[in-house]
């Protein structure tokens, strides 16, 4: 089974509007980690948010918030007031377990398009 | 600018060819990855190495080889490659402590094409 799931391969979004990507998880492991990156065409990957699973809150940093709902396996990302600069590649990620923290399962991406 | 220093950004190399990957950081971390990533997909893992010891090995053909000579360096020894191995090489690094997460720092990459 996918342990990291995104169905949307493409989204497109107006400028200075909110957006939400999502990303469903599959693991039976009580501790794990979720991760959203941003790949932009240069090819860098870059890290945006983080949420534990015993978090209690969602997490946000800046204008991305991340929508957790433990209960059904989902961590989607949504991202405020859309920028141009928000054009790019979006994985969600997660890492399971303690012992073995050094793994990361990457989803297949969302392709956003901010348009003007 | 990224903390993680990838070298060469872009690498054209043929089939009998041997080159290398290099990539540093100076982060501290313990914890240090390759991953190859081919057009519109996401990162597959290859290696991990944690401590300076390879500790993942995902089924990778041995025509690349890791190398981990110090905390701060990890290289990927390239020969014999086919042209299906061109695909961009990404380096990450991580700080692994039990019980916290740790998100992957990525390095901007090398752009390999074998020709």
């Known amino acids: 089974a996918q342990k990291i799931t995104q169905t949307q391969p493409g989204m497109f979004v107006q400028e200075k509007e909110a957006v939400t990507l999502d990303c469903t998880y599959d693991?039976?492991?009580?501790?794990?980690?979720l991760f959203w990156y941003k790949q932009p065409s240069s090819g860098e990957m870059i890290f945006l948010i983080y949420?534990?699973?015993?978090?209690?809150q969602n997490a946000t940093e800046g204008r991305y918030s991340l929508n957790f709902q433990k209960a059904r396996k989902s961590a989607n990302l949504v991202i405020s007031a859309s920028q141009l600069g928000d054009s790019a590649m979006y994985f969600c990620?997660?890492?399971?377990?303690?012992?073995?923290?050094?793994?990361?399962?990457f989803g297949s991406g969302t392709k956003l398009n901010v348009k003007p | 600018d990224t903390e993680v220093t990838q070298t060469p950004k872009h690498l054209v190399m043929g089939m009998t060819n041997k080159k290398s990957l290099k990539c540093e950081q100076h982060?501290?971390?313990?914890?240090m990855y390759w991953y190859k990533q081919k057009a519109k997909k996401p990162p597959e893992l290859m290696f991990v190495y944690s401590y300076e010891k390879l500790s993942i090995n995902e089924s990778v053909p041995s025509r690349f080889s890791p190398e981990c000579p110090n905390s701060s360096l990890l290289n990927l020894h390239l020969h014999a490659l086919q042209p299906e191995d061109s695909a961009l090489y990404l380096c990450?690094?991580?700080?692994?402590?039990?019980?916290?997460?740790?998100?992957?720092?990525f390095g901007n990459g090398t752009r390999l094409t074998v020709t």
């Open positions: 990450a690094s991580s700080q692994p402590v039990q019980g916290k997460d740790s998100p992957l720092h």
């Open positions: 693991t039976s492991d009580p501790s794990y980690g």
């Open positions: 949420q534990g699973s015993y978090d209690q």
């Open positions: 982060m501290g971390h313990r914890a």
């Open positions: 990620a997660m890492r399971e377990g303690v012992y073995n923290f050094n793994k990361f399962y």
